[in-house]
């Protein structure tokens, strides 16, 4: 243990920019994954026969291997010259992310109390104000429940990218298994252990927060 904390305390700079970079790729890649699966999980409740293919296909890309994906990605991305490093990584964690976020809001927006739907018809709302004012806040919390998951996930998955050169805490991982340093694998491993555990109490303090009064359980 003493060796542990040794190891951090004169090495938390690189640690620190090592978590920099983790977030950066994490924190880039849900953007993306949430600008793609929240709006086409919303329009998967419109066309149930491609709402199933789409999250099989989810499904599956899940199933792979994150070490395997990566390498598919290095061929691929290579004819752009950009076949290993910190787009392949972003790629992959973009893909990985889309199950979670996809089925979630798909998930939620069909479960919308049916009364409450009604009611706003009954207002005379038109589609988009029924979604923006009703639908979504109503299905917020499961919604973010989608992000939280796939946030934690990337963060642990993550760690595999440093394998492809593209930073973060895996380094401390990946290095430690090269040199069979077992203070560095677990600094990394219990870094990354924590950055996911902060980061999914903020996004839950987030989710409270974005989720309207009258719609909190």
């Not at 989810?58 to 991305?77: C, D």
């Amino acid at each position: 243990m003493s060796d542990l904390l040794n190891y951090i305390i004169e090495n938390q700079a690189s640690i620190w920019t090592y978590s920099a970079e983790h977030l950066q790729l994490v924190g880039l890649s849900i953007l993306i994954a949430i600008a793609i699966g929240l709006p086409l999980g919303i329009y998967l409740t419109t066309n149930e026969e491609l709402a199933e293919t789409v999250l099989q296909v989810a499904n599956i890309i899940m199933t792979i291997p994150s070490i395997a994906l990566f390498g598919i990605m290095i061929p691929i991305l290579s004819i752009i010259n950009q076949g290993i490093g910190f787009v392949p990584a972003v790629i992959a964690l973009i893909l990985y992310s889309q199950l979670p976020i996809i089925r979630n809001t798909y998930v939620a927006i069909n479960n919308v109390d049916p009364n409450i739907r009604d009611a706003a018809i009954g207002l005379g709302m038109s589609t988009t104000q029924r979604l923006l004012r009703v639908e979504i806040p109503n299905a917020l919390p499961i919604i973010m429940a989608g992000v939280r998951q796939a946030v934690v996930m990337n963060i642990g998955i993550g760690a595999i990218a440093a394998f492809i050169g593209a930073g973060g805490l895996g380094v401390l991982i990946n290095q430690g298994i090269s040199r069979s340093n077992t203070t560095m694998v677990l600094a990394g491993a219990i870094a990354i252990s924590i950055l996911a555990i902060v980061t999914d109490g903020l996004l839950g303090i987030l989710q409270k927060r974005m989720t309207p009064k009258g719609f909190q359980k």
